[in-house]
């Protein structure tokens, strides 16, 4: 069985990785559609070997696909998603953040909570986490064997490309045109990005959190347990690719780092670096482009027994988000919901 496939938001960072990732894990696709807005009509992109042209989302009859990936923001899928579902009888894997809290739309890493995909039978829609949350789920999940998780402090280092491909584009000029004793004024960002960090990201909104932040504790207590205790700090840094978070993690009783790091090499997708040789951690630039999140640094203060400290580095477009949908869509054949 192949699948019919339509990407929306083809041309941008998250839908250029699905169509490599669909590519490279060799999905069955009887045949990919690019879509965007009516800006990038005639565009191209690459799918394996092949070239596709985009066409206009806007206008696009989605009657004949069978899996629709959602990766423009989240004002545009609550203008396009329910078309999709109204019009088609297609699966949608939404990477935008518009569904992810609704209680009957499933919010997925698929090897935390897979179980939660026959909440997506009725509607046909499964979203799909921040690109932070992803890798701590993934982190956090495992360790709830070592006992009940009261209170996690993370503060994250995240790279340009979490906020699309514009912000990219403006830490390029900006590095540039420093060189040149130039200013390129800020737009995808509240201040000068390069040569810089911002403690900032997306709008300020609640007790003086972020949308980013707030979204890190809202999806991880859907994810993992609504009883968990989660204080984010989001941070932009002048990295093309490749988030990474400093958690402390507080558990309800002792744990050691031995048993944390026998959970961390036996969990599904993370990579442990962590041996006798203290110095091994992992940047953005070890991990971008790979499929793992890392966990490196694994340590315990001793004066505080209940807690373990760790660096998480991740690539935001592949686990963090692309591979992460495609795995979705994956376990959604497996499970016999997309058929
Ligand atoms: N980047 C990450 O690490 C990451 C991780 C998790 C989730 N996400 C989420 O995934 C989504 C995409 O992020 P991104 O980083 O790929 O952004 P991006 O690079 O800015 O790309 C945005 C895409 O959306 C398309 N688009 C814009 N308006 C549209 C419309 N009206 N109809 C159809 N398509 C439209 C753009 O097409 P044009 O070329 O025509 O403008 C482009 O293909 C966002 O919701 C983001 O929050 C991103």
Redesign the pocket.
Same mark, same amino acid.
């Given at each position: 069985m192949a699948y019919r496939i339509a990407i929306?938001?083809?041309? $941008?960072?998250?839908? &250029?990785?699905i169509a490599q990732s669909l590519a490279e894990r060799a999905f069955p696709v009887e045949r990919l559609t690019p879509?965007?807005?009516? &800006?990038?009509t005639g565009?191209e992109v690459s799918f394996g070997d092949t070239v596709l042209k985009?066409q206009?989302?806007?206008t696009y009859d989605f009657s004949k696909e069978d899996l629709v990936f959602?990766?423009?923001?989240?004002r545009? !899928?609550e203008?396009?998603i329910p078309r999709i579902l109204s019009t088609s009888k297609a699966y949608v894997i939404d990477? /935008? /953040?518009?569904y992810r809290m609704e209680p009957n739309v499933p919010l997925v890493v698929p090897e935390v909570n897979a179980q939660t995909l026959c909440l997506a039978t009725k509607k046909r829609l499964v979203a799909?986490?921040?690109?932070v949350a992803?890798p701590l789920a993934l982190t956090l999940a495992p360790l709830q064997s070592l006992g009940t998780i009261e209170k996690v402090i993370v503060s994250t280092y995240q /790279?340009v /490309? $979490? !906020? $699309?491909?514009?912000?990219?584009d403006e830490l390029y000029l900006q590095t540039k045109a420093t060189f040149v004793a130039e200013h390129i004024p800020p737009q995808a960002f509240s201040k000068p990005i390069a040569f810089n960090v911002i403690p900032q990201i997306d709008s300020f909104e609640q007790d003086g959190f972020t949308g980013e932040e707030l979204k890190i504790i809202m999806e991880l207590k859907k994810m993992l347990s609504p009883q968990i205790q989660i204080t984010p700090t989001c941070v932009r840094v002048p990295v093309f690719v490749g988030?990474c978070a400093a958690l402390n993690v507080t558990f309800d009783k002792k744990v050691s780092p031995q048993e944390a790091r026998a959970i961390f090499k036996s969990a599904p997708s993370i990579s442990l670096l962590d041996s006798a040789d203290k110095e091994l951690f992992a940047t953005p630039l070890d991990v971008a482009g790979e499929d793992t999140a890392f966990v490196s640094r694994l340590r315990q203060n001793p004066r505080t027994p209940h807690d373990l400290t760790f660096w998480v580095a991740c690539d935001?477009?592949r686990k $963090?988000?692309a591979l992460n949908a495609v795995q979705i869509a994956e376990t959604l054949v497996t499970q016999k919901h997309l058929q």
């Amino acid at each position: 069985m192949a699948y019919r496939i339509a990407i929306v938001g083809a041309t $941008g960072n998250v839908g &250029r990785a699905i169509a490599q990732s669909l590519a490279e894990r060799a999905f069955p696709v009887e045949r990919l559609t690019p879509l965007a807005s009516s &800006r990038s009509t005639g565009a191209e992109v690459s799918f394996g070997d092949t070239v596709l042209k985009v066409q206009d989302a806007a206008t696009y009859d989605f009657s004949k696909e069978d899996l629709v990936f959602f990766c423009a923001n989240a004002r545009d !899928a609550e203008k396009i998603i329910p078309r999709i579902l109204s019009t088609s009888k297609a699966y949608v894997i939404d990477k /935008s /953040s518009a569904y992810r809290m609704e209680p009957n739309v499933p919010l997925v890493v698929p090897e935390v909570n897979a179980q939660t995909l026959c909440l997506a039978t009725k509607k046909r829609l499964v979203a799909s986490p921040n690109c932070v949350a992803i890798p701590l789920a993934l982190t956090l999940a495992p360790l709830q064997s070592l006992g009940t998780i009261e209170k996690v402090i993370v503060s994250t280092y995240q /790279s340009v /490309s $979490g !906020a $699309g491909k514009e912000a990219m584009d403006e830490l390029y000029l900006q590095t540039k045109a420093t060189f040149v004793a130039e200013h390129i004024p800020p737009q995808a960002f509240s201040k000068p990005i390069a040569f810089n960090v911002i403690p900032q990201i997306d709008s300020f909104e609640q007790d003086g959190f972020t949308g980013e932040e707030l979204k890190i504790i809202m999806e991880l207590k859907k994810m993992l347990s609504p009883q968990i205790q989660i204080t984010p700090t989001c941070v932009r840094v002048p990295v093309f690719v490749g988030h990474c978070a400093a958690l402390n993690v507080t558990f309800d009783k002792k744990v050691s780092p031995q048993e944390a790091r026998a959970i961390f090499k036996s969990a599904p997708s993370i990579s442990l670096l962590d041996s006798a040789d203290k110095e091994l951690f992992a940047t953005p630039l070890d991990v971008a482009g790979e499929d793992t999140a890392f966990v490196s640094r694994l340590r315990q203060n001793p004066r505080t027994p209940h807690d373990l400290t760790f660096w998480v580095a991740c690539d935001n477009l592949r686990k $963090g988000s692309a591979l992460n949908a495609v795995q979705i869509a994956e376990t959604l054949v497996t499970q016999k919901h997309l058929q």
